[in-house]
């Protein structure tokens, strides 16, 4: 992996064509729940599953509960035993699904709700998902927290680092980009503990995800 000083932060599709693909993804609905996850990253999310084969995904960041309605059933599809941990400050959600265990929480505290008692009943490998508020100080948070509890073969995913490159004013108010700055000050502060897996990142083009640098496995 490259010092992540030398990450290249740049994405092959166009801010006009990210503002097009950013309004169909805001709409986007799953079982008629929200789920906010592009067509690129929900075909990497598959590539990603079929290959890993995770026995826990834990998303930080609910929303509506679409993504992880749409993470059991797709551990399901690929036979495996689903087993989603969904994680947000209000965790209410329409619905109930014994495969999905939703915690209230803040991203900034997690260990409040994931001490390790319960973080040792998770089945490996982890596919992390850190999906809360994209702004600096909760994408680090939730970094440096999974950084003492991920195995070798884990992933974590940081969500949303695509707010560099849409055009529209609002998106600045993101603390300036967080999650890349987060991701790439963590990265530095870890330089030997993870690769960045530009298979998934660069799999449409470079960095053609919401994720840019983002797909991160554990060494």
């Keep these: 992996m490259r010092d992540a000083a030398f990450l290249e932060w740049r994405c092959d599709l166009t801010g006009d064509a990210l503002s097009g693909i950013q309004a169909g993804t805001l709409a986007t609905r799953y079982k008629g729940v929200g789920l906010l996850k592009s067509p690129f990253d929900m075909a990497l999310y598959l590539q ?9 995904v834990v998303e930080v960041g609910t929303y509506q509960g679409g993504s992880a309605l749409w993470f059991a ?3 399901g599809i690929l036979g495996l035993s689903p087993h989603v941990v969904s994680i947000d400050i209000s965790a209410n959600v329409g619905f109930m699904d014994s495969r999905i265990q939703f915690i209230a929480g803040d991203a900034l505290h997690l260990d409040d709700v994931m001490q390790a008692a319960v973080l040792d009943r998770l089945p490996r490998p ?9 702004v600096y100080d909760t994408t680090r948070a939730v970094l440096d ?4 509890h991920l195995a070798s073969g884990d992933y974590i995913v940081v969500e949303d680092g695509v707010v560099k ?3 529209e004013p609002h998106y600045r108010t993101y603390e300036e980009d967080g999650p890349n700055r987060a991701l ?19 799999f449409y ?8 640098n983002g797909w991160l496995r554990r060494r």
């Design 48 to 56: 990603l599953l079929q290959r890993l084969r995770p026995g826990t």
């Design 73 to 75: 059933d797709m551990m």
């Design 126 to 134: 982890w596919l992390v998902v850190e999906d809360s508020a994209h």
């Design 145 to 148: 927290f999974f950084h003492l």
């Design 165 to 167: 490159f849409l055009p």
């Design 184 to 202: 790439e000050d963590f990265l530095a502060a870890n330089p030997d503990a993870y690769e960045i897996d530009r298979n998934l990142c660069d």
């Design 205 to 212: 083009g470079t960095n053609v995800t919401y994720k840019p």
